[in-house]
């Protein structure tokens, strides 16, 4: 069974837009690791956070994780048509990640 | 630095049949997964090992798929024999021990028909 579930499952901007997609998820962590997968391709890790972190951010990334409510959210900040991809977060416990089903992003130009 | 190498890319076998995918770590990578993801979904870990060891299998059909590593390096995933519910995506992903960040090959996509 898959362990976070992103919301929303699908999600359409603009060029220069802001992307936001959330994760929650069921039992205690370690850390949050979002990644991005482009289509036909394999994935690619962006960011993680640990549980006793409640913000980080890399370049126009930014993640936060609330460990009391058992979410995260990723915000992609001046969306490109680059950033068109599938997003996954994945839970971590010793070093084993389990994967949402992810939130598929298309930045339109 | 050379990423995961992963073959073949892509085969298409009938039910029954037998097919293996070979995945190659990233030099150094003492922990390398194997991931299944079906259309629509996010990937599952089906094995586990830190050098050759198996460190966690418990989501891996034994009766019908196998892997090995057997010198610490590269390792085979096998399914025998396959069923139409094997359609997916097998991606492999390596690791430095200790460390929580996943290295992904491309994947080897499969059709069972």
């Known amino acids: 069974s898959q362990q976070g579930e992103e919301d929303p499952q699908a999600l359409s901007i603009q060029e220069g837009e802001n992307a936001t997609m959330n994760c929650s998820y069921k039992t205690s962590i370690n850390n949050l690791q979002w990644y991005r997968q482009n289509s036909g391709r394999g994935l690619v890790h962006l960011i993680l956070?640990?549980?006793?972190?409640r913000e980080k951010h890399s370049g126009r990334l930014r993640v936060t994780l609330d460990t009391s409510k058992k979410s995260s959210s990723l915000l992609i900040t001046a969306s490109r048509a680059a950033d068109t991809a599938s997003y996954f977060c994945?839970?971590?416990?010793?070093?084993?990640?389990?994967f949402g089903a992810g939130t598929t992003v298309t930045v339109r130009a | 630095e050379a990423g995961v190498a992963q073959s073949p890319r892509y085969k298409i076998i009938e039910k029954r049949q037998s097919v293996a995918f070979w995945c190659n770590p990233i030099s150094g990578h003492a922990t390398l997964y194997w991931y299944q993801q079906i259309l629509g979904q996010g990937p599952k870990l089906l094995i586990q090992f830190q050098n050759n060891g198996v460190v966690d299998d418990s989501q891996l059909p034994k009766d019908r798929f196998s892997a090995e590593r057997l010198k610490g390096v590269d390792s085979t995933l096998k399914i025998q024999p396959a069923k139409l519910e094997d359609s997916a995506v097998y991606l492999c992903?390596?690791?430095?021990?200790?460390?929580?960040?996943?290295?992904f090959g491309p994947g080897t996509r499969l059709t069972v028909l």
């Open positions: 994945a839970t971590a416990n010793d070093y084993k990640l389990s």
């Open positions: 992903a390596s690791s430095l021990i200790g460390q929580n960040e996943q290295f």
């Open positions: 956070i640990r549980s006793n972190e």
